[in-house]
């Protein structure tokens, strides 16, 4: 994903087509997923209901939820297997988390000229004097995002089955 940039110029608003929507949706729903059952994973690991931790977790960072989730797991003597396979689902976590974070929070505004298979999106986030930014994310960063995120949840839902959830 390139950094943002001002130039709405090269932006094509009726360019997106139905792939780039899927993409998008795709990447919304697979993330939403799995920040949910992480957070039930860091719930479980810490004994407590659902409900509880969602009071307090309901809208904890995903890398977040990776630290504390490989802290109890070190806490309760988890092998260095399991600990070294939540670090690197965490290190991918770090890896895609900007292509969500832009995706879940700007907006969609068309496709680049340059090349169709990259699409806009608009921050409300200020670039320079009198610009804001524009955020070019190519259609593999979202599904290369989605994949990983439907790995984490299978992952995450691996463990809560050993923990009998």
């Not at 988890?78 to 890896?95: F, H, K, W």
């Not at 974070?101 to 999106?121: K, L, N, P």
């Amino acid at each position: 994903m390139s950094a943002p940039t001002p130039h709405y110029s090269e932006v094509d608003p009726d360019g997106l087509a139905d792939n780039h929507r899927l993409a998008i949706a795709t990447c919304v729903m697979t993330w939403a997923k799995c920040e949910s059952n992480l957070r039930a994973l860091l719930t479980a690991l810490e004994g407590r209901s659902l409900d509880e931790g969602a009071k307090e977790y309901d809208r904890l960072n995903p890398n977040d939820a990776w630290t504390k989730i490989k802290k109890l797991v070190r806490e309760k003597g988890g092998s260095t297997g399991v600990l070294d396979t939540i670090q690197s689902n965490r290190d991918a976590c770090r890896e895609h988390y900007d292509t969500r974070r832009i995706i879940v929070h700007a907006g969609c505004v068309g496709i680049w000229e340059e090349d169709r298979s990259v699409m806009a999106f608009s921050a409300f986030e200020h670039y320079s004097e009198g610009e804001m930014a524009i955020y070019f994310v190519p259609l593999n960063d979202l599904s290369l995002s989605s994949t990983y995120a439907e790995a984490a949840t299978k992952l995450a839902l691996r463990l809560l089955k050993r923990l009998g959830h």
